[in-house]
């Protein structure tokens, strides 16, 4: 069977869950208050920009796409007066490795799949894809878990600036976009107004541009062209996201998603991840760890 785009969505709901230990795991929250940032936001844009360097907030506002401005600058030139770019990227890394470790990934098992990684980004192009690229300027490190939390770091934004690539190809807007993903229950609408900031109002003028799409009914659920031009994006998403992975074989593959599926059942059992997210991830399969590319 060829590689199709269940593949890379499967990839990601395995890689996603552990890079994201270091916006839930409190080891992760304690590291980057020890650094000055005060606040959960000041700390996730401090640490998820720091590869790109001390860059004006409207650079990180367009590479992040569905955060207001006005969200950024609360947080962003001055997390530099805080910590440097470089010891946000050190607290992040060691306490991201520290909670792999915690939830009991041993040093192989991580090698094995930052190993994989490597070599398959080591020939996934950057082009267009600016955090993927600023994320695989910076040197692996060279503690096992450290090394793994950094591979599914770089699959996590080569996907994602694909994503954005994609929503914006079709000109959807970033606050767009949050609205189209609530209404086609990839996460409950309550959740996404106060994780990126809406209110009644702004929300309501966003879901007037989706109707005005014909995305949208008067409910604000999705209608039929809706659906289809979710399951597009989504598709679209997975498909060029597979790029990622052309510098492995199928044997390759098959073991990169043997090793990495354990790890991410770990990194699930362990709680830190709530299952509910902004991501809308899956855990439905995490019990089969084949690729099933046969």
């Not at 990169?256 to 855990?283: E, H, N």
């Amino acid at each position: 069977m060829p590689r199709t785009a269940l593949t890379a969505r499967r990839l990601h709901d395995r890689a996603e869950p552990v890079h994201a230990v270091t916006y839930f795991a409190p080891e992760s929250r304690a590291a980057l208050d020890g650094l000055g940032y005060r606040g959960f936001w000041s700390g996730y844009f401090a640490a998820r920009s720091a590869p790109l360097g001390p860059v004006p907030a409207d650079v990180v506002t367009a590479a992040f796409y569905n955060f207001t401005a006005e969200r950024v600058a609360k947080a962003l030139p001055a997390a530099w007066d805080v910590a440097s770019p470089s010891e946000a990227l050190a607290a992040r890394e060691s306490s991201a490795a520290a909670v792999l470790r915690r939830c009991g990934v041993g040093d192989e098992e991580a090698a094995t799949v930052a190993d994989l990684v490597r070599r398959a980004v080591a020939s996934a192009d950057t082009d267009g894809r600016v955090l993927y690229g600023a994320n695989r300027a910076l040197p692996w490190p060279s503690d096992p878990q450290a090394r793994l939390w950094h591979a599914t770091t770089l699959l996590r934004e080569h996907r994602g600036d694909g994503h954005v690539a994609v929503l914006t190809a079709e000109g959807l807007s970033g606050r767009e976009c949050n609205v189209l993903h609530a209404a086609a229950g990839g996460v409950p609408a309550e959740m996404i107004k106060r994780a990126r900031d809406y209110d009644d109002d702004q929300w309501a003028l966003h879901q007037e541009a989706l109707r005005g799409r014909g995305l949208l009914d008067g409910d604000g659920v999705l209608t039929g062209e809706g659906r289809k031009f979710k399951r597009h994006i989504e598709d679209r998403t997975d498909t060029i996201a597979l790029s990622v992975l052309a510098g492995l074989d199928d044997s390759d593959v098959e073991a990169l998603f043997q090793a990495l599926t354990p790890i991410t059942r770990k990194v699930v059992a362990a709680g830190d991840v709530p299952a509910g997210t902004p991501m809308g991830l899956s855990r439905d399969d995490l019990d089969d760890g084949s690729a099933r590319l046969d």
